[in-house]
């Protein structure tokens, strides 16, 4: 079952102008319900250009982006959120920070927007989200009270991914969630982000700078290189593949 078919997708910063960039040329590709995909390119190669079209933080020039077999590529953010989540590089950007941790897994599960905060202290709701953070493994939920910019770096992107992920998306964008974490820090979170998508079936594209990941991880790896698809693996061509021959693919 498809999840995300990009269809012919093309992107131009500064048209008409000296500084005209044809980021996004003629795109296709084709997320299948299940895929953890990793995205790997050079700086400026226009992945994060394609991932923020299918957000819809940008507006593609040409082409089409169905979602859940609903055709969204002039739809608002808000309405692709209805199947889509996103997880942030800076991890002050998947939580509001003057909240505490049990606030945020609230307004993440919410799907008004009004709200009232206090019901989060119902015994089995405290309890329910208890356990929800004892799957983090970084014992978030002796902090339930607390303000969540008092948490670590790690903690704070764990707590983002456990709420872009209540919803049980049909498809979870992973913008280099890792890139602001230390190297420790960055393998801790990504166990954590294998296990939950593991465990919950998301279909998921992560867009990674570390080969080591890309390599590691999901079932598919895709190369964004000038604006095109170079590199399109799944399965046990994936899995043959080592950094070598990934380097040599950058050429």
Do not use: C
Request: aromatic share 6%; no cysteine.
């Amino acid at each position: 079952m498809k999840v995300l078919q990009v269809k012919h997708l093309q992107k131009v910063f500064f048209p008409g102008t000296d500084n005209e960039r044809h980021v996004l040329k003629n795109i296709n590709l084709q997320v299948d319900e299940g895929d953890f995909i990793s995205v790997i390119g050079n700086n400026g190669a226009g992945k994060s250009t394609l991932l923020n079209t299918i957000a819809g933080t940008l507006h593609a020039d040409a082409g089409e982006i169905d979602l859940a077999s609903h055709n969204v590529s002039k739809k608002s953010i808000a309405y692709r959120s209805r199947w889509m989540s996103r997880v942030f590089q800076d991890p002050k950007m998947g939580t509001a920070g003057d909240l505490t941790v049990m606030q945020n897994l609230v307004l993440a599960q919410s799907h008004t927007n009004t709200i009232n905060l206090k019901w989060y202290q119902r015994k089995g709701d405290v309890e329910e989200y208890q356990e929800l953070l004892k799957t983090l493994n970084m014992g978030l939920e002796n902090f339930m009270d607390t303000q969540v910019k008092y948490l670590s770096g790690g903690q704070r992107q764990a707590l983002s991914l456990l709420m872009a992920t209540l919803s049980k998306p049909k498809l979870l964008l992973l913008d280099e969630h890792t890139a602001a974490l230390d190297p420790k820090t960055s393998q801790e979170v990504m166990k954590i982000t294998n296990e939950m998508v593991q465990r919950e079936h998301l279909t998921t594209m992560m867009i990674t700078h570390k080969m080591s990941d890309a390599l590691k991880y999901g079932n598919r790896l895709v190369m964004v290189q000038d604006g095109q698809i170079k590199l399109d693996v799944r399965g046990a061509e994936k899995e043959s593949l080592d950094t070598a021959q990934l380097l040599q693919a950058f050429e």
